[in-house]
């Protein structure tokens, strides 16, 4: 535990950078500067050798344990009764759009040749809720942080752009506010980057939106089980360990949503609660950044960038054309 400290406490402190920039910045999105600097940190040569030192083992487990931790307290925001006022019709096509974006991320990973899982962390990743999806699927796959690193990069930098992108498409197609509200919740990513790019429409378009990207997130523990149960069926192993059908964590998600829709949860503990999540998952964002090395990556760069901004191009289409239909 000890050995863990130095690189938990760097991790943390880019979290507290994060939040600094978030409060002058309120358009940027925590988590989004926190896997930033991972990255940036991660192409310093004075900084690498530190990175895989000292701090090494405290970002392994910030980038493993702190996820997982965070994805269990991400099911506490989900509340069932508030997906189901969005009606069925609502209901079914957003399951349709990420369904699409799921089989259409995956076939342009395999297309673009990403090596070993990385192709379903990549489709999870852009589909259902960003890095914490990534780290969701990573434990049926059995990927280590290295296999997650280029997923949550390129899931964090196209997220990113959506912020700038959907508000200024939606303004000359001449959006409502609640469909530009159902598109950023059905087209974007990262909860938070949904937040920073509704908000710029107002409250009633940021309600809409988090509500249709909480469903999103509901469809993440399906998704997982039914991953981990074709991976099982197909013998796949890493490291000789067959994939499990539902990580321990995931049911906890799943436990979690429940708690939340069925109990009188006090406000004070929910507001304790997703302040703990966002630092967990800031810490894991680091450490997953971290790991990121553009050289390493420079071989396969311009087809791992097209194939992003493919993937992110073809979600918002499919949830723009839901939106209009």
């Known amino acids: 535990m000890i050995r863990q400290l130095p690189?938990?406490?760097?991790?943390?402190?880019?979290?507290?950078?994060?939040?600094?920039?978030?409060?002058?910045?309120?358009?940027?999105?925590?988590?989004?500067?926190?896997?930033?600097?991972?990255?940036?940190?991660?192409?310093?040569?004075?900084?690498?050798?530190?990175?895989?030192?000292?701090?090494?083992?405290?970002?392994?487990?910030?980038?493993?344990?702190?996820?997982?931790?965070?994805?269990?307290?991400?099911?506490?925001?989900?509340?069932?009764?508030?997906?189901?006022?969005?009606?069925?019709?609502?209901?079914?096509?957003?399951?349709?759009?990420t369904a699409f974006a799921f089989a259409g991320t995956y076939v342009i990973g395999r297309i673009a040749r990403l090596p070993g899982h990385e192709p379903l962390l990549f489709a999870a990743g852009f589909a259902i809720c960003g890095a914490s999806a990534i780290g969701a699927m990573?434990?049926?796959?059995?990927?280590?942080?290295?296999?997650?690193?280029?997923?949550?990069?390129?899931?964090?930098?196209?997220?990113?752009?959506?912020?700038?992108?959907l508000p200024l498409v939606a303004g000359a197609v001449g959006m409502t506010v609640n469909e530009?509200?159902?598109?950023?919740?059905?087209?974007?990513?990262?909860v938070g980057q949904v937040v920073a790019t509704a908000q710029e429409w107002g409250s009633a378009a940021l309600a809409v939106a988090i509500v249709v990207k909480l469903l999103r997130v509901l469809l993440l523990a399906p998704l997982v089980a039914g991953t981990g149960l074709v991976l099982r069926m197909r013998g796949s192993v890493q490291g000789g360990v067959t994939a499990p059908i539902v990580p321990l964590f995931v049911a906890g998600f799943v436990v979690a949503v429940a708690l939340r829709s069925l109990l009188p949860i006090p406000a004070p503990v929910l507001s304790a609660a997703q302040v703990l999540q966002t630092v967990l998952l800031g810490m894991a964002l680091f450490g997953l950044g971290s790991g990121i090395r553009f050289r390493a990556l420079a071989g396969t760069g311009m087809r791992t960038a097209v194939a992003g901004l493919s993937a992110w191009a073809l979600i918002a289409v499919a949830a723009l054309a839901v939106v209009h239909a």
């Open 7 to 97: 690189g938990l406490a760097v991790a943390l402190a880019a979290v507290g950078i994060g939040a600094l920039v978030h409060l002058v910045l309120p358009g940027v999105p925590l988590l989004t500067v926190c896997v930033l600097l991972g990255v940036i940190a991660a192409q310093v040569p004075a900084a690498v050798a530190v990175l895989d030192g000292p701090l090494k083992p405290g970002l392994a487990t910030a980038a493993k344990r702190c996820m997982r931790i965070g994805v269990v307290l991400l099911g506490l925001q989900l509340v069932v009764g508030d997906l189901l006022h969005l009606g069925w019709l609502t209901i079914l096509a957003v399951i349709g759009v």
């Open 138 to 165: 990573a434990a049926v796959t059995r990927s280590d942080a290295r296999e997650q690193s280029r997923p949550v990069a390129l899931v964090t930098l196209c997220g990113t752009l959506a912020i700038v992108v």
């Open 180 to 190: 530009f509200g159902r598109w950023t919740g059905a087209g974007v990513h990262d």
